[in-house]
């Protein structure tokens, strides 16, 4: 019998791993996906949010505590675990050292991530290159990989972990980490959660999920069934509006559309629905996504002209471009006046002041709902670009409640070799919102925890046995 079992594949299993392999258990990890497909969500990262007093190798100046704290107070409104979120703040000054041990490069922002060079390590040839890096360590360690071995159900002993089962296999272990990640991929429960609209529609069936396809959230279902105390909502998820003619899985960060503080969004109806220059865009892509969602079909449409052209990171695909506004509402399949008379009633209201992208300028629009407060400009120099955006579910904030030892939870009291780690126990920390980075600061913290604490559960199963 192996001492910790892990299972999932991507950062918070791989830390895990690590750690209880370091710790001197023996450590087997199942990854759903095929290996060519592995590590989750976490291939598509590029970084992760660290706390610092000083600078550190590509990080500059200082962020302590205190302002990574307030960061994440106000982004959750309040929705989280002050003592767990400190000690992932705390945890994101020291796990660097311990990640480049193990192979992960980190390399200082490049433009267009510039705004986070203060906040945010990236990763060398990000996060594919991360777990490439703690697999090729994990394998060195001798931990015991097995790919496409997706787990559905676990065997407990009350709210003791036996074993876990995939299929007709069944695997015993000491101590198990769960880190499968949340449930965005599976399209029927994320129906279900975000149930029918006022229009009759079921706007989930016209969601993209930008990362892995793995992530069913089959072992959260099953916990939560299994009387384990969960955390979260499950209509929340952090939601970005992507190229809408992405891919429904993987599409990954490419597939962002980083223009709609520069122009102007409408929805199918040719109507526009939200101050597109309300803050940085830094602050608000994350807010887009479920803006397009309540929108009929699910759609919207991102208007640019050439004044906006090298001022945005470009996304994969060129955008639909015309020589005039009639034929560019003609190729996207808009209403032409209807779209014609949205774009000349915004160019009138435009107050053009002194724009500037990099401050929230004086750029805005006079009796205009809804208003655009700041960059905006008149969309009348051509050629004129369109981009369709949908919906796309980065993850999901639905988990499991841990404490700091990274116990899951069972009536209140916490199991003693049950651990959970990532994303299917974030909503500890992050029950709403979202601040750049975090995600894996969460899977790195609780990964680390979870493989420690694992393997000590292990090890005293063992005394236990032989007393
Ligand atoms: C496009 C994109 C960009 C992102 N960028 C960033 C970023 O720059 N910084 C940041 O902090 N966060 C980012 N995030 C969020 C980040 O990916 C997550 O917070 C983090 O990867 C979660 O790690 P995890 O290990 O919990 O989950 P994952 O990395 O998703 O891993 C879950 C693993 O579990 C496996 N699995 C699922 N079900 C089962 C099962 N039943 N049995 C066995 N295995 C199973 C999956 O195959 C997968 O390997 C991004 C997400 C996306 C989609």
Known sequence: MVDVLVIGGGNAALCAALMAREAGASVMLLEASPREWRGGNSQHTRNLRCMHDAPQDVLIDAYPEEEFWQDLLKVTGGQTDEHLARLVIRASSTCRPWMQKHGVRFQGSLSGTLHLARTNAFFMGGGKALVNAYYRSAEALGVDIRYDTPVDSLELDGDRFVAARSGSKRFEARACVLAAG?????????????????????PADNFLIRGTRFNQGTLLKFMIDAGADAIGDPSQSHCVAIDARAPLYDGGICTRIDCVSLGVVVNRDA??????????????????????????????????????????????????????????ARKMG???????????????????????????????????????????????????TAYALKPGITFTYLGLKVNDRAAVHFGGKPSANLFVAGEMMAGNVLGKGYTAGVGMSIGTAFGRIAGTQAAVAAKQGIEHATA
């Open 182 to 202: 949340g449930f965005e991929s599976n399209l029927a429960w994320m129906r279900e959660a975000w149930g029918q609209n006022e229009r009759g529609e079921w």
């Open 271 to 328: 109507e526009r629905f939200y101050d597109e220059g309300e803050d940085f865009w830094p602050k608000r892509y994350a807010i887009w996504g479920r803006l397009v969602a309540q929108q009929p079909g699910q759609i919207g449409y991102c208007i640019i002209d050439a004044k906006a052209v090298g001022r945005f990171m470009p996304p994969v695909f060129p955008g639909t471009s015309a020589a005039t506004l009639p034929e560019l």
């Open 334 to 384: 808009l209403p032409e006046a209807a779209f014609v008379k949205t774009v000349e009633d915004f160019n009138r209201a435009c107050r053009v002041g002194t724009f500037d992208h990099t401050v929230l300028d004086d750029c805005h629009t006079e009796g205009l709902t809804p208003a655009k407060t700041h960059w905006a400009r008149p969309i009348d120099t051509a050629p004129f």
